[in-house]
């Protein structure tokens, strides 16, 4: 993902681009420079408005670039802009975006749902499937980025809950919506070590909210396969640091055969390998960039989240991640 915050723009009498130390600042006046912003910033958009020469837009935010992980503050005029196919079709990583609307309202569509936002309130999409957000007015929101890999909640799963929309003064939205809006309050101190642990901490967070919605999403469908995919699903992550956990030790632990459960996996696109594995990996790399753990040895790390076999582990986390677990934690 590029950062259009501050090197997609070049200033001119249309557009300005400022950075202050820890937070770089885009300001558009025309539609034109606002789809390159947009695009850079998060991932490619098409970008429509009917008041072209009144446009106005903003955005001020941070990216942790290590982490791929970033929170933007986007303040404009009115607008949509639209995920197509064929943008998907030109991307390779996968992303969640996270909503809080701070002032006016918007209509978000995916997976043939609608959500109105409203102040306060909260929406997940995920930029691997065609989505319309669009703005009636002058309006401003605070968006939260991540992979689909940052999460510990599978994606098939997070299918159930995008563009529904979740109160920010009730329920665990009230408690993660004002935590999110503090934290992008204060993005410029957001730096080192700390700043990094907080956004992680913010990502539990917001795990947290999201397997609260699909508790509820299932609890009101009563869908039997739901109701036990969740409850592997929730096995798989407290039992991820068990070197045995397997097919096997899973179907077992829920009264069902191996096949029953493989069966269960393959219906939503995944295999029960493939999400054991994606969770460990993505455990590891967040180990390995906490700082208060730099004086753990990488197999003891490894170890720690089921991988025994530490030339193994080396293998499959460089197919994942492109460096090797040691080479991730010295850059």
């Not at 249309?14 to 600042?25: E, F, H, N, Q, Y």
Request: hydrophobic content about 40%.
């Amino acid at each position: 993902m590029n950062t259009a915050l501050t090197t997609g723009l070049k200033p001119t009498t249309k557009s300005a681009v400022a950075s202050t130390p820890g937070l770089d600042i885009a300001v558009a006046r025309d539609i034109d420079t606002w789809r390159r912003a947009t695009s850079e910033s998060f991932v490619p958009l098409k970008v429509t408005a009917d008041r072209h020469a009144a446009f106005r837009g903003t955005m001020r935010g941070k990216r942790l670039a290590r982490e791929d992980l970033s929170m933007i503050e986007v303040a404009a005029s009115s607008h949509a802009v639209h995920r197509t196919d064929d943008l998907i079709a030109a991307s390779e990583r996968k992303y969640f975006k996270l909503g809080i609307q701070l002032q006016g309202t918007g209509l978000l569509l995916q997976d043939g749902r609608e959500a109105v936002m409203r102040p306060g309130d909260l929406a997940v999409y995920s930029t691997d499937r065609p989505y319309t957000i669009a703005f009636d007015g002058d309006f401003r929101t605070l968006v939260f980025m991540f992979p689909h890999s940052a999460l510990d909640l599978p994606a098939e799963a997070m299918a159930q809950i995008t563009a529904t929309s979740i109160s920010g003064t009730s329920g665990l939205g009230l408690l993660v919506s004002p935590f999110l809006i503090r934290l992008a309050e204060s993005l410029d101190s957001i730096a080192g070590p700390n700043g990094t642990r907080l956004v992680h901490n913010a990502l539990d967070l917001v795990t947290t909210l999201f397997n609260g919605e699909l508790d509820e999403h299932i609890a009101r469908n009563r869908d039997p396969h739901q109701v036990l995919l969740s409850r592997i699903h929730d096995y798989i992550e407290a039992n991820l640091a068990d070197p045995d956990l397997s097919p096997g030790s899973i179907a077992s632990a829920h009264y069902i055969s191996t096949r029953h459960l493989h069966d269960l996996f393959k219906e939503v696109g995944t295999t029960v390998a493939a999400s054991v594995r994606e969770r460990r990996l993505e455990r590891c790399r967040r180990d390995l960039r906490d700082p208060v753990l730099a004086d753990r040895p990488v197999t003891a790390i490894a170890a720690r989240w089921g991988f025994l076999d530490s030339a193994h582990f080396s293998r499959i986390f460089r197919a994942a991640f492109g460096e090797s677990p040691t080479g991730y934690r010295a850059s």
